[in-house]
């Protein structure tokens, strides 16, 4: 039989934090208590004016095919947003409503790239950038944000990083995995060589609702309009609304991009979901109180687990100041515990000591693993205990 695989397929990584999702269901369906510490999505259920106004959609009978860049009442909900909230101005024309923000991000790599374009994208990074890049032809180039840096790269490295094939950098903030926040200093010294180089700015905002001590979120798109010509804004609903499931984000940017990702979205997927639109549409005109109480949860027990989990030997955590992640640099803890790496480290944490955490390789940060704490405190503490015993038990000097 001929090889059945495209080419573009054999060199896909598999999402790392659903594969551990997925290995710690299957150990909870065998009767193993698991704490799962892997998930991005926040524990708490959509709320209920969101899952009123999807239920009245359907009863009113709008459940059928939308334009497959978005219903217009939504992209003018979405438009109302970005001035609300970013003081950014956009026409209908300038925002596609898609399935999910990752799958907006995957449309706009297709639009985007020809075979050869380089991406920057810095390290740590999530761990679909890099394969989105490469299922449309591009070349990932990866930049390292140490953890001295906060885990952010500088206008510097990325100045030295671009060449002639260097078509757009990818900009995450708040960051998943590292939960670190770009100044509006930062942002603008990058916007400097983006323009200076004639980038395009792929600035993902998914998390800008959950930020903590104060900060308030600044898109690399308010700088200027310059800038914001060059920039495509990505952003959704699923981590400010707890919306994962209903799986609607947007783009926001230079209308012949978007016209050509609504074009493909008319071939590819139709139109995201018609009740899931309908939903985003109150999540959004809707009241906002659920979005900050769910924030102000958040914060809560980073207050409380950080200290806790810095605490653990071996473990060496910066303080987030966005998202629902914590990225500590474990490779000393692995060490001491008798394992070759922190995958391994990792993988021994979920079968002896019973506790989900992703490993950072998929991120490319392979001396970390990334928790999330989008789960109850009571969780969160128990999940803590188990991994400090489990090093202190092993620990050897």
Do not use: C
């Amino acid at each position: 039989m001929k090889n059945l695989l495209a080419n573009r397929v054999k060199t896909l990584s598999p999402s790392a934090t659903l594969a551990i999702t997925a290995k710690a269901k299957e150990l909870k369906s065998q009767g193993i208590d698991v704490i799962g510490l892997g998930a991005g999505e926040p524990d708490f259920n959509t709320p209920q004016n969101i899952l009123d106004a999807a239920a009245d959609s359907m009863n009113k009978g709008l459940t059928k095919y939308t334009p497959a860049g978005g219903l217009p009442v939504l992209k003018q909900a979405i438009i109302d947003k970005l001035i609300r909230d970013n003081n950014l101005e956009y026409k209908p024309n300038e925002i596609i409503v898609g399935i999910g923000a990752k799958h907006v991000l995957y449309t706009l790599f297709q639009v985007l790239l020809n075979e050869g374009d380089e991406v920057i994208i810095p390290i740590p990074y999530w761990v679909s950038y890099p394969e989105q890049v490469k299922l449309a032809g591009g070349v990932p180039v990866y930049i390292e944000g140490s953890s001295e840096q906060n885990f952010k790269i500088t206008a510097e490295q990325l100045r030295n990083a671009v060449t002639d094939k260097t078509k757009a950098v990818i900009i995450n903030s708040p960051s998943n995995p590292s939960g670190m926040v770009y100044t509006r200093e930062e942002l603008a010294e990058i916007a400097e060589v983006a323009v200076e180089k004639d980038l395009v700015i792929v600035s993902d905002e998914i998390y800008e609702k959950l930020l903590y001590n104060g900060l308030e979120h600044f898109s690399i798109a308010q700088l200027s309009e310059e800038v914001k010509k060059r920039t495509i804004v990505v952003n959704g609903v699923a981590k400010s609304h707890s919306m994962t499931g209903w799986r609607i984000g947007y783009a926001a940017g230079d209308a012949e991009i978007i016209n050509a990702m609504t074009d493909l979205a008319s071939h590819s997927t139709s139109n995201p979901t018609t009740t899931s639109q309908y939903a985003t549409v109150e999540a959004y005109n809707g009241p906002q109180d659920s979005v900050e109480e769910m924030r102000k949860a958040f914060e809560s027990r980073l207050e409380t687990i950080y200290p806790k989990l810095s605490a653990i030997p071996g473990f060496k955590v910066l303080k987030p100041q966005g998202a629902f992640y914590l990225l500590p640099d474990v490779a000393e803890a692995a060490q001491k515990t008798g394992f070759t790496s922190v995958d391994d480290f990792a993988s021994a944490l979920l079968t002896e000591a019973n506790v989900a955490v992703v490993p950072g390789s998929g991120f490319g940060v392979p001396s970390t693993i990334r928790l999330s704490y989008a789960t109850s405190l009571d969780l969160l503490e128990e999940a803590v205990k188990r991994m400090d015993n489990f090093v202190k038990t092993k620990w050897q000097d």
